[in-house]
């Protein structure tokens, strides 16, 4: 293991890897990145594999659009096989008035940054998806350049153009402390050794918080399990991702065949991934009832990851005044994988010093600074 | 034999030739196998390929077959129907 690196990110999932390429293919190629465990072994590769644009608040929207441009190419611009990115859409059900409305609000923010979102009547979804069960549905959206990607091969591509860049990667090494002097990041002790280093990103998923107070940085941000399962492979059947918030579910078919679906429970904050009988039963449920032919699969897995929470559900992205040389790429709030490609593009763009692609008011830490979050994004499963 | 023919994992349609050439890219555990060219992943859940790939790492990095880990087996791996664990729980209820 190297003991010296410019700048060394913590955590193996989309966002380090993402980080990492795009500093090396802007030139710094003095970077590290450690990993507790494997690559992905953290939310990245317990996610639900979708990405949409359709979000409720500007930013949130804005990143998804231009991850989403960049996923369109990613295979290329990284010499990549197949990261299995598919544009089937994303159909969005709801079961009032309220939500009607806050549909109608949303389309026309989406539609107004260019996001080809559109509201649909129940009878209208159930054309894109005919197995849908539409009593208690009251309207739609759908955006036909929402999709899936393949959470292992998006980040093992951006790990193989990194690497052959030149970062080095070390996985089973665990990162146990941050020295700072002075108000300035020196070094990352771990497991296996110190690391002296000038810049430390922290992209530790689920885990942020800790290594913020390793820094001595307070981040506003917490971790909850989120508990999600998979069927047996069958033939294709269902080409969008379904999902609703007022009936709590995610459920798409990949494209190797199988039904990934998942839910939110309010759960207590904490760093367990347990699977649970809880969210078995209230799976089976919800699904039987909104796609009931999903109901007769058979489900062959379920496991738990962690959400990384912030206050107004947008991520947690770049420096703190309080520690010269601290980066933080998390809060991710449920979405970070689809975010992966503009995580890396706005964290590379501050650490070099180059003007940022977008507006950074409301993704740093300092928005929170004495200020009460008030609008949070609802648009989340 | 070639290795080409050989087939480790049915389910998921991986051959022996396939895993010479993860190993060779850097993919040593079981974990990551998995994750990459989904061995063990399919709906029999490694219960059939599960040993062979484990002596697979054992024998090409050398390493003792007891000091591979097996992969972390999840819950229901027998596979029920989403129907039918609905239906118990509305019994239950
Ligand atoms: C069930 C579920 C479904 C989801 N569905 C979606 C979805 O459909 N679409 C979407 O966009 N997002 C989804 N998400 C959210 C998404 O998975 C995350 O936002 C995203 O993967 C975060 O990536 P990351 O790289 O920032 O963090 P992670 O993938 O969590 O990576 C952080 C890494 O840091 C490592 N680490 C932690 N502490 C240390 C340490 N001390 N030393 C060294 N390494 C350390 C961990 O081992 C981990 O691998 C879902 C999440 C869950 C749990
Ligand atoms: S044979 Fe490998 S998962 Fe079934």
């Known amino acids: 293991m190297k003991n010296k690196a410019k700048i060394v990110i913590i955590g193996g999932g989309i966002s380090g890897a993402s980080i990492a390429y795009n500093?090396?293919?802007?030139?710094?190629?003095?970077?590290?990145?450690?990993?507790?465990?494997?690559?992905?072994?953290?939310?990245?590769?317990r996610c639900g594999a979708g990405v949409r644009q359709q979000w409720g608040t500007k930013m949130n929207c804005l990143i998804a659009k231009k991850s989403i441009e960049f996923f369109e190419k990613a295979e290329e611009i990284l010499d990549y096989d197949d990261v299995e990115f598919k544009q089937e859409g994303y159909l969005i059900v709801g079961s009032d008035e309220e939500e009607d409305e806050l549909f109608e609000k949303n389309v026309k923010l989406q539609q107004s940054l260019g996001i080809p979102a559109k509201k649909l009547t129940p009878e209208e979804a159930k054309e894109i998806v005919p197995h849908l069960n539409t009593d208690g549905v009251y309207s739609a959206t759908f955006c036909k350049t929402d999709g899936h990607l393949n959470p292992f091969l998006m980040t093992d591509a951006y790990y193989k153009a990194a690497k052959r860049r030149g970062v080095e990667f070390y996985t089973e090494t665990e990162v146990t402390g941050i020295d700072v002097e002075n108000g300035e990041i020196k070094g990352v002790k771990t497991d296996k050794g110190y690391i002296e280093c000038e810049i430390v990103v922290n992209a530790a998923g689920g885990y942020a918080k800790q290594i913020g107070e390793m820094a001595g940085v307070d981040i506003p941000v917490f971790s909850q399990n989120r508990e999600i399962?998979?069927?047996?492979?069958?033939?294709?059947?269902?080409?969008?991702?379904?999902?609703?918030?007022?009936?709590?579910i995610y459920c798409q078919q990949t494209p190797h065949g199988a039904f990934i679906m998942g839910r939110g429970d309010n759960r207590e904050a904490g760093l367990s991934v347990e699977s649970t009988w809880k969210f078995l039963?209230?799976?089976?449920?919800t699904v039987t009832n909104l796609l009931p032919p999903v109901g007769e699969l058979r489900v062959i897995r379920q496991w738990g990851g962690l959400y990384n929470m912030s206050p107004d559900r947008q991520p947690i992205i770049g420096g703190t005044d309080e520690v010269k040389g601290f980066y933080m790429a998390c809060g991710f709030s449920g979405h970070g994988f689809m975010f992966?490609?503009?995580t890396g593009v706005l964290i590379s763009?501050?650490?070099?010093?180059?003007?940022?692609?977008?507006?950074?008011?409301?993704?740093?830490?300092?928005?929170?600074?004495?200020?009460?979050?008030?609008a949070y994004e609802t648009n989340v499963v | 034999m070639d290795p080409k023919n050989i087939i480790i994992c049915r389910c998921s349609d991986v051959t022996l030739a396939d895993l010479f050439e993860l190993f060779d890219e850097g993919?040593?555990?079981?974990?990551?196998?998995?994750?990459?060219?989904?061995?063990?992943?399919?709906?029999?859940?490694?219960?059939?390929?599960?040993?062979?790939?484990?002596?697979?790492?054992?024998?090409?990095?050398?390493?003792p077959l007891e000091?591979?880990?097996?992969?972390n087996m999840r819950p229901l791996t027998l596979g029920v129907k989403l129907r039918a664990i609905k239906e118990a729980a509305e019994d239950e209820e």
């Open chain 1, 340 to 342: 992966g490609p503009m």
């Open chain 2, 27 to 63: 993919y040593t555990s079981f974990e990551e196998l998995k994750r990459i060219a989904r061995v063990g992943m399919g709906p029999c859940q490694a219960n059939t390929c599960g040993k062979m790939v484990q002596w697979e790492i054992s024998k090409y990095f050398k390493k």
């Open chain 1, 23 to 45: 500093l090396a293919e802007k030139g710094e190629t003095d970077v590290v990145v450690l990993e507790r465990h494997y690559l992905t072994s953290g939310a990245t590769g």
């Open chain 2, 67 to 71: 000091e591979i880990p097996f992969h």
């Open chain 1, 349 to 374: 763009e501050l650490i070099l010093g180059e003007e940022p692609s977008m507006p950074m008011e409301e993704l740093e830490l300092s928005r929170f600074d004495g200020k009460d979050v008030e």
């Open chain 1, 229 to 248: 399962l998979v069927t047996e492979p069958i033939e294709r059947m269902q080409d969008p991702m379904v999902i609703s918030f007022s009936k709590n």
């Open chain 1, 281 to 285: 039963d209230e799976m089976a449920k």
